[in-house]
Nanobody, 121 residues
Framework: QVQLVESGGGLVQPGGSLRLSCAAS????????MAWYRQAPGKERELVAR???????NYADSVKGRFTISRDNANNTVYLQMNSLKPEDTAVYYC???????????????WGQGTQVTVSL
């Protein structure tokens, strides 16, 4: 079994910073892309940032210049550094990873349980 466990969410004032972490564990042969998504109340889940196994990175336009995604391949961990946070960044943030549990077969998409980020005075 593969698990993704997020940490680092919380309450922060506008303009503040948070760092999210997501560690993958279990039966892992290889991890391709890793990503962060978010879902605000009443809205659809949206891609925030994505990093490929080759370190190609994509960001949503709304977070460019404020958020930074990175990964530690040795520890199967992806991070999201969030600076200059705004109230509209409030959402549940989910980690996602394309993982191959074995040396054969295709990768599957796995999700973490989500961590709440609230930006408010």
């Amino acid at each position: 079994q593969v698990q993704l466990v997020e940490s680092g969410g919380g309450l922060v004032q506008p303009g503040g910073s948070l760092r999210l972490s997501c560690a993958a564990s279990g039966s892992i042969y290889a991890i391709a892309a890793m990503a962060w998504y978010r879902q605000a109340p009443g809205k659809e889940r949206e891609l925030v940032a994505r990093i490929s196994s080759g370190v190609r990175i994509n960001y949503a336009d709304s977070v460019k210049g404020r958020f930074t995604i990175s990964r530690d391949n040795a520890n199967n961990t992806v991070y999201l550094q969030m600076n200059s946070l705004k109230p509209e960044d409030t959402a549940v943030y989910y980690c996602n990873a394309d993982i191959s549990p074995y040396s054969f077969g295709k990768a599957s998409s796995y999700w973490g349980q989500g961590t709440q980020v609230t930006v408010s005075l």
